[in-house]
């Protein structure tokens, strides 16, 4: 009985993760293949002043994390908005900070737009690598306003296994 609790709880925990997650760096939201749902990115900061070593962005930044173990199938993971004047731009790194440069990242046509990052696997530039964790930092593309932000959801098109990295009971 207590496995069955226990299960429910690590299924609760996963499933509500952006809920009570800070969404930076050092504590990013764990992203599964569920994907999240309506995450308000003005309500976060700008913890990341530069994206990619050289792109300088003041506005607030959501960063989740995961790590593809084998047998991942996911190719991509979209980004559907829900703010009319929000540009947002995705970016996947292997480190999170103002000092990493992108393995791959993207940013729709315009304001309003949805868009989306595909994972690969190989050696190029893009490429997903089981074992490996990234961070996907969701933030404005505007390098100049402080306030391109929206509220969003992200899905994941195949299976994200995941490897439970923590867990505790408080």
Excluded: R
Excluded at 102 to 122: E, I, Y
């Amino acid at each position: 009985m207590k496995c069955v609790k226990l299960a429910a709880a690590i299924a609760l925990c996963l499933g509500m993760g952006q809920a009570f997650a800070a969404q930076t760096c050092l504590s990013p939201t764990p992203l599964t293949a569920a994907g999240v749902s309506n995450v308000d990115g003005c309500a976060a900061a700008d913890t990341i002043d530069t994206l990619c070593i050289f792109n300088a962005n003041p506005s607030p930044d959501v960063v989740f994390s995961f790590q593809l173990v084998t047998g991942f199938t996911a190719t991509t993971i979209s980004l559907t908005n829900s703010t009319a004047g929000f540009n947002p731009q995705m970016v996947l790194q292997v480190a999170c900070g103002d000092s990493t440069d992108c393995t791959v990242s993207n940013t729709p046509p315009g304001a309003g737009a949805n868009t989306s990052l595909s994972l690969t696997t190989g050696n190029s530039p893009g490429s997903a690598s089981p074992g490996t964790t990234y961070f996907l930092i969701v933030d404005g593309a505007s390098t100049t306003s402080a306030t391109d932000c929206g509220t969003f959801s992200l899905a994941v098109n195949g299976t994200l296994p995941v490897q439970l990295q923590k867990f505790s009971v408080d």
